[in-house]
């Protein structure tokens, strides 16, 4: 022992001490414990060293602490140490690291109240919880429950829960989850939904007996019992409640913080309904009952509506509306009679005011007098043995009676609703079983503790002596089973507490002694207790400071009692008059019922009762008992007592299971942990109690596997053995040297407290040191390997750095040398240059001189000869002047001589013409010369006629010569203006040209400047360009830089708008899924209710005691048309039975009958309504078929009219869904933004480009239908007036013959042909009429189609307005396309659909003419014989035309389809068939009877071997629903016989894969597409069935082998389980391992390829069965502790790979089945990566896209190391987590939906077998089958 002891207490051990704030504090040993020392030197986590004294005497060394990896438990007794730190330290390390707050400790259930509401109480929890044993899953209310639910089935022993703990624990949230898992699990054995009633209950107590406290908003203040019955068949049929401590002083008093029961606060809150008027109701603070707390509201609480809720709950637990309204009539009659005020007369006694108000309502309210209140409130009757006398009473007396009588009708009530709770909970089934639900206080101690604390601890004490009692059983069974020697275990023993308080003259007989003393106290009871048991009883105290008050030694704690109170408390009296005053109501009936058993209730001394302190107790009587009056009598106390022992008898009688709630804080803090709270309450509630049980044993239990695979690293290759047990043994014996430390059982190994951690630490350190030789090992390879590889690089290095030197300095040579040349011919060219240079200046030189001098010399000639021209022409110009002048100087000279003479000439002639001789001188010959002037003046006339044309000549000639003249004058004074000019620029020319010489010399100089500055400038210059080069590659670069990026960004945007697309593509694939998976989970349903309506007629007729073996019910999947000929063959019952069994049915309980017939007419309806939702077609067609002849043509005109109609409507929502894309177009290309898709823009241009071309194409389809459309009504109308001809012309015919007939035998064979033609023809025109029908319902539905499309474009239309510019031309552009693409594909589908439907009536018609024109002909034939008018128009169809028609059918009689179904359905064996004959033979041979009913247009032959088939198909499955091979066996037969239905249809879409034999096999009579999809629906059912069916068989694989089973053996260490073992890891027999799982994967798989199965079924079912395998896996992971480590997510994901490789292997990987285990690939890589720093919480958001973030956080919570090398994950990396996950939109749901299944298609797989080469083996029975 000291050995051990100095190896455990060593440098660097931890250990526990106490701690005055934190209650234990851990420490870490800094110095090696040695024997003797006093003390040890410790270091505190915060680095503060202590020393740490030890006591001389006991040398009580510290608690150790456990190893890391066994931290955070799930089960406290799996610690190595045993104590109260270890307990408190690992429910601390769950409850806030971890955030879970349920742990088992061993038996118990310890729960902490986290104060938030968390998502672990779903249904999907309670399913997975459902049927798992309680160590299988992580601690859980739902896991106590189920193991409960469990042992009452296996055990056939009731059970009890009993769940206890402090006020605001969470005691009534544990119960009420409890009760919801058993009514969720067990289910009603009834229609009266007994579950429900039992949940109901919960909010009735809760608004009537809870309340809000300091601690706890919604307290309990009584206890309850309900004990939940169960029948034979572990169902659930009632309830039954028992209540115990009913707080009744706080009808009258609450303290402050606190609320009255919360019912009267949902009354003042819901004071304004109108059916509450009358009750006078206002604000809770109105009245002293409510507001005395001064907290009338509750956060986060709606009193209204929680009033609601509490009478929904009255009205299913049948208490009616009148009865309500009476109870909340008592309760508001309370709260008045609490607000009467009562005031002092004198001294000793007091009065009520007239006319009080509240009392006045509490009279009219219950139905009593004004006066009798009054005054009874104010008085009581005094009685003596000679006379009764009134005594009045003081106000402080008369106000304790007032709040009595409250206290005292409350009680009352609440015992009447308590009781008709009960009845309503109560059935007539017998029970054969229950649960009981224990839901009471917890051990209270307070500062001042009274009579109720007293009670409540006496109950605890019992219940804590049960539980000590159960637990040391059940350790002394576990030590009995496994043959270990029992020693007797020291446990606390409350024998001596109980004796104390109930045992004669014990606490409570004193009590009651007392209350029956005329002149009893509480001071005279309390010196009895003194003198009684303060001297004989150590656990009784008296305080010193005290005469009034005594302590008790509970088994938890040391309790001061105040003595005050006690005896009033016990009495608990009320005023008899008070009660007599109520019971003669004559109003208010309910009041009298409360009050109707109510007798004397006054104490033996008759005294009046005080106040009676903080709190009054109410016991509920047992119903059971007769209320006598002596009963009435008994105290408080003693009726507890009773009531308590009642309780215990139960509770023995049952197997108990205990849930012990703890409260975390007293502030109501979410996830707050307070050490000191939390360990009172752990030593209250019995759970150390439990440890140190367990501790004081051997509390460690391993297995002997376990152990080996534990500690097989302490082992020597020679210590293992093949005998497990006795390597075990010698093992320990070498390790462990004192024996007493273990023992040895038949399967386990028990060890003491503390040799786990010894055992551990070995193993640690073993490892330790192989990790260290490891690590040294690997340190030297890696450097040895390292230095090699730099060795090896140095050489390297070395090679190639003195070939580099070599190399460099042949390149050096190479260069001077080619330098030397190099500067040789550079100076050669420098020196050539420069000479060249000189050269070229001196020429360039020279030939500029020398142009200049010549220009010099030019310019000088030039400037003489124009000199001389101008000088000649001056002096020419002034020679012309003086000629001029002098000419104009004679000119004028003359003028002036000519003129005088002229004047004279003139003057002498006047004088000579005034003398007469003159005169007559002159007119001598006067008339000659007039005749010769005459003459001359026409000559004169002539000639001035051709000088006037000369004259006009010569102005024209002489004007352009002028303008010439002019133009030549300014042309010369241009001239002479030059020349003066030039004469003048000579001068300026000769000073420019001296200008010029000495600017010549000037220039040179600034040549030879700019020469020099040219060449700086050069240089400068190619620097610049060098410059600009460097950054023209700069620019270059960040051009390629942004070409890369606005590539890149090109590329993102297609992989973004690539990944919306895929999304977009993902959402459409998901919403067809669900819409399958509605479709489908409606059959499902329909399915479940047949087999509910199935089960009732079963027990209705099991009922009757009236055996019909051979009735069915019909079919319930076909629609209206086929169930009018549904067909029930041997399963119809005769007349002559139907009779009986009504005169039988008669007989029965009438209320059963009506009760069954309700039921089934319940069932009737829910399965019309299912039909009706899926068959609305087939209703249509119904009603449509149901119209006569008449009805149908008048009808037709109508439909078409309407159709066209329709057609116009639908026209006109086209052109209205145009113009608004139009509209839409010109907002765009007004409002839209400039870019590349703005209006304008290309890209915009070609989108309404391509949306007009959509449009137009679109029109030219719709035309080319409506074209169509009329020339098939055209075709129609003819095709009915052709058969109206045909129809009216074949009677006149057959009149014809008739009158031809002689014998009345011939008139009555021809009458008969007659008939039979007429009843070929109405058949005839029945089909067309019904091809004619379904044609139009086809297009109707058609029409309804385009509508909902067209409102479909209209709302996406509306959507896309919504979005951006460029968004929304996208979304426009991809919708419209989509619309166009699938409108024309309808239309062509439709096209094509037409053009079958065409052709088909034609065959017919041509089939039918022939076959009336053979009637016909044979009928106007010769004399023929009687025999022959009647056969050949009964049978014209079976005459064979040719023999290859009527090859791959099979005829049978119409007899014999019972026996083809029985023998080829009911009665087949599966294996055979699968094994020895080709697949699907039993599809193929139905089909070919069927094509046979076909070919002869038998319909009911083919309605009755169809109907037969589906419904022997049921029953088959029914019968063998859980046979996985006849399940797929007859799912691979129903899908081929869907197939062979399709492909020999007719239908163009089927046919395209036929050979031309198999389209001649073609059906050619009936259209069987409405059976299609009878027959698929049923295809699945079979495959929802064969689902179920592997989901059975593999549920018990999927834990074990995927979680359980260790598949790489060493990696996951086993950790201890403590008391709840779960299955071992390691492969025992018996035990599934993930072989197991495959083998039987690998099973299904060769049985449904067996069956011939499609191979898209067959993906199908492997993808259904690996998202079951996943689901299942990842739910228990989630729920499983144990299971999250690193070494599991190994495991997981080496599982996981083979199940990968079995889909390789079975050519299975594109089925989809591996991404459904994607969510479990990632939870798995979640466990091995690192989680510590943001890069790995980034890593893991990434990785994990497939999980949830509960899911995430879940697993990070769970994980646990498995050994001490491993680090837990911080709380901080988990917010870190929880902060980044914060966007995410996603379920908040922690499980997956393991019943969720796929929606399944079947593709259509056509064969190519050839129907006519089948044979029907004899094996089958099937003689009576004919092949045709």
Request: contains cysteine; hydrophobic residues 35%.
């Amino acid at each position: 022992m000291n050995r051990e002891l100095e190896y455990m207490f060593v440098q660097s051990a931890r250990v526990w001490i106490p701690d005055a704030e934190e209650v234990w504090k851990s420490a870490e040993l800094t110095k090696d414990y040695k024997n003797g020392d006093a003390s040890l030197q410790l270091m505190l986590e915060d680095g503060t060293s202590i020393d740490h004294k030890l006591d001389p005497k006991m040398k009580n060394l510290p608690y150790l602490r456990n190893p890391d990896i066994l931290v955070g438990e799930n089960d406290l007794t799996a610690l190595s140490y045993l104590h109260e730190p270890a307990v408190l330290h690992n429910l601390k390390v769950r409850f806030i690291d971890s955030k879970l707050i349920y742990t088992y400790c061993g038996i118990v259930l310890v729960a902490i109240n986290p104060y938030e509401t968390l998502p672990i109480y779903g249904s999907e929890i309670i399913n997975a919880y459902s049927g798992q044993n309680m160590g299988d899953m992580d601690p859980h209310i739902f896991a106590v429950a189920e193991e409960a639910y469990k042992q009452m089935a296996r055990d056939e022993r009731n059970q009890s829960i009993i769940v206890s703990g402090e006020s605001g624990a969470g005691k009534t949230v544990s119960a009420k989850y409890a009760m919801r898992y058993f009514a969720t699990v067990s289910g009603s054995a009834s229609e009266a939904n007994i579950e429900e009633k039992v949940l109901a209950s919960n909010p009735i107590m809760e608004a009537i007996g809870n309340a809000k406290t300091t601690r706890n908003d919604n307290s309990s203040r009584f206890g309850k019992y309900i004990e939940i019955g169960f029948d034979n068949r572990y169902r659930i049929i009632g309830a039954n409640m028992r209540t115990y401590l009913l707080e009744k002083s706080r009808v009258v008093f609450q303290a402050d913080e606190e609320r009255n029961y919360h019912i009267f606060y949902q009354l003042c809150a819901s004071a304004n309904l109108s059916e509450f008027k009358n009750l006078r109701l206002s604000s809770a603070n109105d009245f002293l009952y409510t507001r005395q707390g001064r907290s009338p509201v509750i956060e986060g609480v709606d009193d209204a509506k929680e009033l609601c809720t509490t009478r929904h709950a009255f009205t299913l637990l049948g208490i009616n509306e009148s009865y309500q309204i009476g109870l909340f009539q008592v309760l508001a009659a309370i709260l008045h009679l609490g607000n009467v005020e009562i005031k002092d007369r004198d001294s000793d006694s007091s009065i009520i005011a007239p006319n009080n108000r509240h009392l006045t309502a509490f009279c009219e309210l219950v139905g009593v007098t004004y006066q009798d209140m009054s005054h009874w409130l104010c008085h009581r009757k005094l009685k003596t043995a000679t006379e009764t006398y009134i005594k009045p009473l003081p106000r402080l007396q008369a106000t304790n009676a007032r709040d009595a009588l409250s206290k005292h009708i409350y009680a009352k009530l609440f015992n009447w609703i308590v009781e008709h709770v009960n009845k309503a909970l109560v059935t007539n089934v017998k029970q054969h079983s229950f649960i009981g639900v224990l839901d009471i206080y917890g051990f209270e101690t307070f500062e001042i503790n009274s009579f109720e604390q007293f009670c409540i601890n006496y109950a605890n004490e019992k219940l804590q002596q049960q539980f000590n009692m159960h637990v040391f059983k059940l350790e002394q069974e576990e030590y009995m089973k496994e043959q270990i020697p029992w020693t007797l275990i020291d446990f606390y023993d409350n024998q001596p507490c109980i004796n104390l308080i109930e045992a004669k003259m014990g606490i409570l007989d004193l009590l009651d002694e007392e209350c029956k003393m005329p002149k009893g106290s509480d001071d005279s009871w309390a010196q009895k207790l003194y003198n009684t048991h303060l001297k004989t009883c150590s656990l009784f105290e008296k305080p010193r400071m005290s005469n009034r008050a005594f302590i008790i030694q509970h088994f938890a704690d040391k309790v001061e009692y105040q003595c005050e109170g006690f005896l009033e408390k016990n009495k608990d009296t009320v005023n008899e008059e008070q009660i007599n005053v109520l019971k003669a109501s004559k109003k208010f009936h309910l009041l009298v019922e409360l009050f109707q058993d109510e007798e004397k209730a006054t104490t033996p001394t008759g005294q009046v009762p005080g106040t009676g302190g903080r709190t009054r107790l109410s016991i509920k009587p047992d119903k059971g008992r007769d209320k006598s009056s002596k009963e009435h009598k008994k105290t408080v106390g003693c009726q507890f007592r009773n009531s308590l022992q009642m309780l215990m008898e139960t509770l023995n009688a049952t197997t108990p299971h205990y849930v012990r709630c703890i409260k975390p804080n007293d502030f109501k803090l979410a996830f707050s942990f307070d050490p000191k709270r939390a360990v009172q309450q752990l030593r209250a509630c019995g759970v150390l109690e439990t440890i140190r049980i367990s501790a004081a044993g051997f509390p460690s239990r391993w297995t002997y596997q376990e152990f080996f695979s534990r500690y097989r690293v302490l082992m020597k290759q020679k210590d293992v053995l093949h005998d497990k047990k006795l390597t075990c043994k010698n093992v320990l014996e070498k390790l462990v040297q004192d024996q007493d430390k273990y023992q040895f059982g038949k399967t386990k190994i028990f060890f003491r407290a503390g040799q786990v951690a010894y055992l551990e630490k070995l193993r640690a350190d073993k490892l330790r040191a192989a990790c260290i030789r490891i690590q040294k090992t690997i340190r030297c390879w890696l450097a040895r390997k390292k230095f090699l590889r730099q060795r090896a690089a140095a050489i390297t290095i070395q090679r190639f750095t003195r070939g580099y030197q070599a190399r460099c300095l042949a390149k050096f040579m190479r260069r001077t040398q080619a330098a030397t040349v190099i500067q040789k011919y550079q100076r050669m060219c420098v020196e050539r240059k420069r000479y060249r240079q000189k050269q070229a200046a001196a020429l360039a030189m020279q030939t500029i001189l020398r142009a200049y001098m010549a220009r010099q010399k030019y310019q000088a000639l030039l400037r003489e000869h124009k000199a001389i021209i101008i000088q000649k022409h001056v002096r020419g110009w002034l020679a012309r002047c003086w000629y001029k002048r002098c000419l104009e100087a004679i000119v004028y000279l003359q003028c002036c001589i000519r003129r005088m003479r002229a004047k004279r000439e003139l003057k002498k002639l006047k004088i000579e013409a005034r003398s007469v001789e003159h005169f007559k001188k002159l007119n001598k010959g006067m008339e000659n010369k007039i005749m010769q002037l005459q003459r001359k003046i026409d000559e004169q006339h002539k000639d001035n006629r051709l000088i006037s044309e000369k004259l006009v000549t010569l102005e024209s000639s002489y004007a352009s010569e002028s303008e010439r003249m002019r133009r030549e004058l300014s042309r010369l004074r241009g001239a002479e203006e030059d020349a003066k000019n030039k004469a003048n620029q000579v001068s300026s020319l000769l000073e420019e040209l001296e200008r010029l010489k000495k600017e010549l010399s000037v220039t040179q100089q600034e040549k030879t400047t700019i020469e020099d500055w040219a060449h700086k400038y050069r240089d400068e210059m190619e620097k610049m360009v060098s410059e600009l080069k460097d950054q023209n590659g700069l620019l270059k670069k960040e051009k390629d830089d942004l070409n890369r990026r606005i590539q890149e960004q090109g590329q993102q945007m297609t992989e973004k708008m690539t990944r919306a697309i895929a999304q977009e593509t993902q959402q459409l694939e998901t919403d067809l899924n669900e819409e399958r998976s509605r479709y489908q989970n409606l059959l499902t349903e329909h399915l479940r209710l047949e087999e509910k309506y199935e089960d009732l007629k079963e027990e209705f007729a099991h009922s009757s005691n009236v055996s019909k073996p051979g009735h069915r019910r019909t079919d319930s999947t076909h629609s209206s048309n086929e169930s009018e000929y549904t067909y029930n063959s041997e399963y119809a019952e005769s007349e002559e039975g139907h009779r009986a069994g009504d005169d039988v049915t008669r007989g029965m309980d009438t209320s059963l009958t009506l009760k069954l017939q309700k039921r089934v007419t319940e069932l009737e309806q829910e399965k019309q309504s299912l039909r009706n939702e899926l068959e609305n077609k087939e209703d249509q067609f119904q009603r449509a078929r149901a119209r006569d002849d008449a009805q149908f043509r008048k009808a037709r005109g109508a439909e078409l009219e309407y159709e066209s109609l329709k057609r116009q409507e639908l026209e006109s929502e086209n052109k209205k869904l145009r113009h608004d894309l139009a509209e839409m177009r010109q907002s765009l290309l007004a409002d839209a933004a400039t870019g590349a898709g703005a209006p304008g823009s290309p890209a915009y241009k070609v989108l309404l480009d391509q949306l007009n071309a959509s449009c137009e194409e679109l029109e030219v389809r719709k035309e080319e239908v409506l074209i169509l459309r009329s020339q098939l009504v055209s075709q129609k109308e003819a095709l009915h007036h052709k058969d109206e001809k045909e129809t009216m012309t074949e009677p006149s015919v057959f009149a014809q013959d008739v009158n031809k007939l002689k014998d009345t035998d011939e008139l009555k064979q021809a009458y008969i042909g007659l008939k039979d033609t007429n009843r070929l023809l109405e058949q005839q025109l029945q089909t067309q009429r019904r091809t004619y029908d379904s044609e139009v319902e086809s297009l109707r539905g058609e029409l309804q189609n385009v509508k909902e499309e067209n409102n479909r474009q209209q709302q996406l239309l509306a959507q896309n307005l919504q979005l951006p510019p460029e968004a929304r031309i996208e979304a426009s552009l991809q919708h419209e396309i989509t619309r166009l693409t699938n409108e024309n594909l309808d239309l062509m589908e439709q096209l094509e659909k037409q053009d079958r439907t065409i052709r088909k009536l034609k065959k017919q018609l041509k089939v039918y003419s022939k076959r009336i024109g053979e009637m016909g002909a044979g009928q106007t034939e010769g004399q023929t014989s009687p025999g022959q008018m009647v056969e050949e128009p009964i049978h014209p169809v079976n005459i064979p035309r040719r023999e290859k028609d009527f090859q791959g059918m099979l005829e049978y009689k119409k007899e014999d389809e019972m026996k083809l179904v029985k023998n080829l359905i009911l009665e087949l064996k599966p294996r055979g068939v699968a094994v020895n004959l080709i697949p699907g033979l039993p599809a193929y041979i139905l089909f070919m009877c069927l094509r046979h009913a076909d070919y002869v247009n038998d319909d009911q032959k083919v309605r009755t071997l169809l109907t037969s088939t589906i419904n022997s198909i049921k029953k088959i499955l029914k019968k063998r629903g859980d046979d996985f091979e006849t399940v797929s066996f007859w799912l691979a037969n129903t899908c081929r016989f869907l197939h062979c239905l399709k492909q020999y249809s007719g239908e163009q879409a089927f046919m395209k894969h036929n050979s031309v034999r198999q389209n001649e096999h073609c059906l050619s009579n009936f259209d069987l597409a409405e059976y299609r999809q009878v027959i698929s629906d049923l295809a699945i059912q079979i495959y929802q069935q064969l689902v179920k069916c592997m989901e059975n068989i593999l549920q018990p694989m999927i834990v074990c082998g995927m979680l359980e089973h260790e598949t790489i053996q060493g990696v996951s260490g086993v950790k201890p389980t403590g008391l709840r073992k779960r299955t071992s890891s390691i492969a025992d027999e018996g035990t599934y391992t993930l072989d197991s799982i495959v083998r039987q994967l690998s099973a299904f798989h060769s049985t449904v390829c067996q069956h011939g199965t499609d191979p898209e079924l067959i993906k199908q079912v492997v993808k259904q069965l690996f998202y079951i395998i996943g689901a299942v896996t990842l739910n228990n992971l989630l729920l499983r502790k144990d299971m999250c480590s690193w070494s599991k997510g190994m495991q997981i994901r080496y599982n996981v790979s083979q199940l990968e490789e079995w889909l390789r292997d079975k050519g299975l990987m594109n089925c989809g089945a591996k991404e459904t285990l994607e969510p479990l690939i990632q939870a798995a890589q979640l466990l091995q990566v690192k989680k510590k720093t943001d890069e790995d919480a980034e890593a893991i958001c990434t990785m994990c896209h497939a999980l949830t973030t509960a899911q995430i956080v879940k697993v990070l919570n769970l994980y646990t190391p498995v050994n001490e090398f491993e680090e837990r994950v911080s709380v901080a990396f988990i917010r870190t987590i929880q902060t980044r996950l914060r966007d995410r939109f996603e379920s908040p749901q922690l499980l997956m939906d393991t019943k969720m299944i796929y929606p399944v298609t079947f593709p259509f797989n056509p064969s190519s077998l050839a129907l006519e080469t089948i044979q029907i083996p004899t094996s089958l029975n099937l003689g009576f089958l004919t092949r045709v």
